[in-house]
């Protein structure tokens, strides 16, 4: 039977998490923000807070639906005190597939019995995290794109063991917060970024080799393919470190070397380059 869901947690509140929070608590769910430490929530109702001001200048959010949900929102650096009582988990923690493994095997412990454990991650097997798991039925991948609250796309992965009931669930939850959910299954990169980060990663192989500066790329791609933004100025808005992340993922468990890494890419992860986050990356966000 699908699960109804009104208990939102949300494990990390970083690029991802703050936005997944937000479209939840827009859409009537009760939200716990879980992070490492107090100033990372802070921050991130912060951003929340500027981001429903932006839709209510443009009048999609009325002063009263911002407050309400603002109000939906709670904060816990303790995860113990956040998922104990949650009907979904979306964890947004780091691109690390050892983290991800010990959050999931502890949810498991902390969440009711009948909970569904989501990961937003961007490359990572769900069937392997699920595996950590004694629920891997309800264990899915929810991959919401970033900006979380603009853009539309839920990519919902389906592990080995994933269950039509927990699918349905998410598929209908994904629509109820205004988004277009697409099934997939489980293969590294599934079909957002298995088809995304090859052609990021040919466009920083394309400015190592000098075909062009930056700017000339990515205008190339805006302008002649109609991408609303170039491939490096996607780069930036995602995080360097996240992509190099995704291209050894692909790399590695596809075995195949069109998927290596740009050394490029690497030099500029290496170097703290990160893109918009840390203000520089293939374009310069400082000032
Ligand atoms: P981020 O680095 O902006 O945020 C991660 C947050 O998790 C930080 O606030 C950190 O303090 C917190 N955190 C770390 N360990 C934690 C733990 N054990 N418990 C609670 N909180 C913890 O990362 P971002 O970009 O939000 O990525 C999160 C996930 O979403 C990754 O799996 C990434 O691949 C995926 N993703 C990222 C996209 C992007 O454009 N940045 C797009 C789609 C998916």
Same mark, same amino acid.
């Given at each position: 039977? *699908?699960?109804?869901?009104? #208990?939102? %947690?949300?494990?990390? +509140?970083?690029?991802? /998490?703050?936005?997944?929070?937000? !479209?939840? $608590?827009q ?31 443009k ?9 309400? *949900?603002?109000?939906?929102? #709670?904060? %816990?650096?303790?995860? +113990?005190d956040?998922? /104990?009582?949650?009907?979904?988990v !979306?964890? $947004? ?39 950590r ?26 592990g ?24 997939v299954?489980?293969?590294p ?20 080799e000098?075909v ?23 780069a ?52």
């Open positions: 039977m *699908a699960t109804e869901i009104k #208990r939102v %947690a949300v494990i990390g +509140s970083g690029t991802m /998490g703050n936005g997944i929070a937000h !479209v939840c $608590a859409s009537g769910l009760e939200v716990a923000l879980v992070d490492l430490e107090a100033p990372f929530l802070e921050k991130a109702l912060a951003t929340i807070g500027k981001n429903m001001d932006r839709q209510v200048k009048g999609a959010l009325s002063e009263e639906e911002k407050s309400k *949900a603002l109000g939906r929102i #709670r904060t %816990a650096t303790d995860r +113990s956040g998922v /104990g009582d949650a009907d979904l !979306v964890e $947004a923690i780091p691109e690390r597939a050892e983290l991800k493994y010990e959050l999931f095997q502890d949810l498991d412990r902390l969440t009711p019995e009948g909970a569904i454990l989501a990961s937003n991650t961007s490359s990572i097997s769900i069937t392997e995290i699920a595996a798991t004694s629920r891997p039925e309800k264990v899915i991948g929810m991959h919401f794109m970033n900006p979380v609250p603009v853009m539309q796309l839920v990519e919902v992965i389906r080995l063991a994933t269950d039509d009931a927990t699918t349905a669930s998410v598929m209908e939850l994904s629509r109820a917060l205004g988004k277009t959910p697409v099934e299954n489980d293969f990169g599934f079909v957002s970024n298995r088809v995304l980060m090859p052609m990021i990663n040919e466009a920083v192989f394309a400015l190592m000098g062009a500066e930056p700017e000339a790329i990515d205008t190339v791609m805006k302008l002649g393919m109609n991408h609303p933004m170039g491939p490096l100025a996607l930036d808005l995602i995080g360097l470190d996240t992509c190099l992340n995704i291209l050894e993922v692909l790399h590695r468990e596809l075995g195949d070397d069109r998927y290596r890494p740009c050394p490029l890419l690497r030099k500029y992860v290496a170097a703290g380059w990160l893109g918009r986050k840390s203000g520089r990356g293939f374009h310069d966000y400082r000032g």
